[in-house]
T-cell receptor, first 112, second 113 residues
Framework: QQQVKQSPQSLIVQKGGISIINCAYE??????FPWYQQFPGKGPALLIA?????SEKKEGRFTISFNKSAKQFSLHIMDSQPGDSATYFC???????????FGSGTKLNVKP | KAGVTQTPRYLIKTRGQQVTLSCSPI?????VSWYQQTPGQGLQFLFE???????NKGNFPGRFSGRQFSNSRSEMNVSTLELGDSALYLC????????????FGPGTRLTVL
């Protein structure tokens, strides 16, 4: 049973465009929702994270939108750059457990 | 401050063998988690250790085991290797158990022939 569902599997965006990646979860005990960025040959790196008491969080060109009632959250990358080309993972975690459930990943390719 | 280090970075084994992977967390971090990453299954949680005790365990067979030492360094062991064990094994550390922020190492790429 996949706890966190992520879409799309791959995404091609032109430089300067907006990249949008979506995730959905089922477990209402989740209370922390991070996004990770992974480049080939590297481990995932924390990009931005949100807790369910806010609906949006912005850090630079990266924004998380969170819809608690729909149990969905998404990552928006504004003014996408070729250097953003990487695989992005959403994840979720419940407070009581230091166990992260990851989405299946989205491979983003930003065309110059 | 040095990041999470994992050794070895690459490993080739044959079916039936066993393997031990090592992880050194960020200095001061006491919680270490292990993940298996494959193209088909994505990132899957293996187990988490804090203060030398396994606190959480994922849904993997008993061939996968781990331990943590008093200096917070951790090892994971896979016995009787199968072809399907070929994966990138990632270690992540956090300051305390139940911490939200995890820092991942570069991983160990295991290939089973």
């Amino acid at each position: 049973q996949q706890q966190v569902k992520q879409s799309p599997q791959s995404l091609i965006v032109q430089k300067g465009g907006i990249s949008i990646i979506n995730c959905a979860y089922e477990n209402t005990a989740f209370d922390y929702f991070p996004w990770y960025q992974q480049f080939p040959g590297k481990g995932p790196a924390l990009l931005i994270a949100i807790r369910p008491d806010v609906s949006e969080k912005k850090e630079g060109r990266f924004t998380i939108s969170f819809n608690k009632s729909a149990k969905q959250f998404s990552l928006h990358i504004m003014d996408s750059q070729p250097g953003d080309s990487a695989t992005y993972f959403c994840a979720a975690k419940a407070y009581n457990f230091n166990k992260f459930y990851f989405g299946s990943g989205t491979k983003l390719n930003v065309k110059p | 401050k040095a990041g999470v280090t994992q050794t070895p970075r690459y490993l080739i084994k044959t079916r039936g063998q066993q393997v031990t992977l090592s992880c050194s967390p960020i200095s001061g971090h006491r919680s270490v988690s292990w993940y298996q990453q494959t193209p088909g299954q994505g990132l899957q949680f293996l187990f988490e250790y804090f203060s030398e005790t396994q606190r959480n365990k994922g849904n993997f067979p008993g061939r996968f085991s781990g331990r943590q030492f008093s200096n917070s360094r951790s090892e994971m062991n896979v016995s009787t290797l199968e072809l399907g064990d070929s994966a990138l094994y990632l270690c992540a550390s956090s300051l305390m158990a139940k911490d939200n922020e995890q820092f991942f190492g570069p991983g160990t790429r295991l290939t089973v022939l």
